[in-house]
Every structure is written in structure tokens, then in C-alpha cells.
T-cell receptor, first 113, second 109 residues
Framework: NAGVTQTPKFQVLKTGQSMTLQCAQDMNHEYMSWYRQDPGMGLRLIHYSVGAGITDQGEVPNGYNVSRSTTEDFPLRLLSAAPSQTSVYFC????????????FGAGTRLSVL | TQLLEQSPQFLSIQEGENLTVYCNSSSVFSSLQWYRQEPGEGPVLLVT?????EVKKLKRLTFQFGDARKDSSLHITAAQPGDTGLYLC?????????FGKGTLLTVNP
């Protein structure tokens, strides 16, 4: 089973560039989320979605956009990358709120120069 | 947002030693999860504790949920190098999951 797949695994951007981090899950999970992980800060929630067409902000949403056009995909967009967005990004999914098992992707390591 | 504090932040021990890490909050949780994250990977769920005072065992790992459901602990017996990783706790009962900053455990051979 593929589970949660994130692409790319590594990315280097210049300040001001835009890019989309891809996340796909093949488990038909309704709930998906994006986190960033920085040293000493733990995992912080950026955006989440409780189903196709529904998204909401997490703890640190500024500088990021999301959309959920299908159940399977939940892309994260950086419209104008900044050095402060250098981080490791994780996508996660779970079946529904009552199902407590959250599955994480392997992460995307992003550097913004 | 429910704030979680994990302690210690870093822990380096020798193989065979025992250790305990903690997850504390001022909020009451209906349930709480523990994850382990190995270098270069995403977190993987270890256990969910639901009932106050509950104790769950996973091989050499023992998880306890406080009676008041505000805190939890993870005890590892006879730690092995394979236990090395970042241990994270998170309440599992709301959409805006807030993880603690984690305890980075290193078990030296």
C-alpha cells in the first residue's frame, strides 16, 4: 500500500519563487493536513481539510494556500517563498475524526535561499 | 489550541538503561496519542490512550494516561539503539491537532 505520498522529497527555491508541494493518499481518508517541522518547534499545523471542497487554517497558515478538489489530493502552495519557510513539511491523513490513526508521509525538505 | 509540554527535550542514554518521558498540559484530553519519528521519516503512531489511569504496553514501552487525563508518560525498559528517535505526543480528539515539541532520544550502543 502506498499510504501517503509526498513529492518532491527535496526542493531548493530562491526567495520569491512559487511552488506546490504535492500530497496524495490512497486510503480514501476524509481528513488531511499539512504540518511544518522546525528544530525546537515540533510539528505545527499549517492547514487542514475535513473533506473535498473544505479547508481551514491551522496554527501557522500565513504564506501558504491549500485546496482540496478531490479526496485523494491535498496540495500545499507557496506563492512567494521566503527564507522563513525553510522547513520540513509533512502531510498526514486519517479516515475520520473518530478514527484516531493518523498516517504521515515521508516529508518534503524545503530550503529557501 | 491545547498546549502540550514534553520533557525532557533531549535525552541521551546507554543501551540497557531505563527511561521515562513526559507529556503534560493544563487541559483535559478525551484521548492522547504517542508517535515516534525516526530520522528522515514521518511520525508513526505508537499508541492511543483514552481512559484516565489507563496503562498500555507495547513490548518494552509502557504508556500511562494520568487519572485526570491532563498528562501522560512513556517508559522504556532496557532501551536499545533502535529506540532512537523523536517521541511526540498529541491529543487525538480535535481537528486542530497540536503536537508537543517532542523528546529527542538517543540510545548509544
Amino acid at each position: 500500500n502506498a499510504g501517503v505520498t509526498q513529492t518532491p522529497k527535496f526542493q531548493v527555491l530562491k526567495t520569491g519563487q512559487s511552488m506546490t508541494l504535492q500530497c496524495a493518499q490512497d486510503m480514501n481518508h476524509e481528513y488531511m493536513s499539512w504540518y511544518r517541522q522546525d528544530p525546537g518547534m515540533g510539528l505545527r499545523l499549517i492547514h487542514y481539510s475535513v473533506g473535498a471542497g473544505i479547508t481551514d487554517q491551522g496554527e501557522v497558515p500565513n504564506g501558504y494556500n491549500v485546496s482540496r478538489s478531490t479526496t485523494e489530493d491535498f496540495p500545499l502552495r507557496l506563492l512567494s517563498a521566503a527564507p522563513s519557510q525553510t522547513s520540513v513539511y509533512f502531510c498526514a491523513s486519517r479516515e475520520e475524526l473518530a478514527k484516531n490513526i493518523q498516517y504521515f508521509g515521508a516529508g518534503t525538505r524545503l530550503s529557501v535561499l | 489550541t491545547q498546549l502540550l509540554e514534553q520533557s525532557p527535550q533531549f535525552l541521551s542514554i546507554q543501551e540497557g538503561e531505563n527511561l521515562t518521558v513526559y507529556c503534560n498540559s493544563s487541559s483535559v484530553f478525551s484521548s492522547l496519542q504517542w508517535y515516534r519519528q525516526e530520522p528522515g521519516e514521518g511520525p508513526v503512531l505508537l499508541v492511543t490512550v483514552v481512559t484516565g489511569g489507563e496503562v498500555k504496553k507495547l513490548k518494552r514501552l509502557t504508556f500511562q494516561f494520568g487519572d485526570a487525563r491532563k498528562d501522560s508518560s512513556l517508559h522504556i525498559t532496557a532501551a536499545q539503539p533502535g529506540d532512537t528517535g523523536l517521541y511526540l505526543c498529541a491529543p487525538s480528539s480535535n481537528y486542530k491537532l497540536t503536537f508537543g515539541k517532542g523528546t529527542l532520544l538517543t540510545v548509544n550502543p
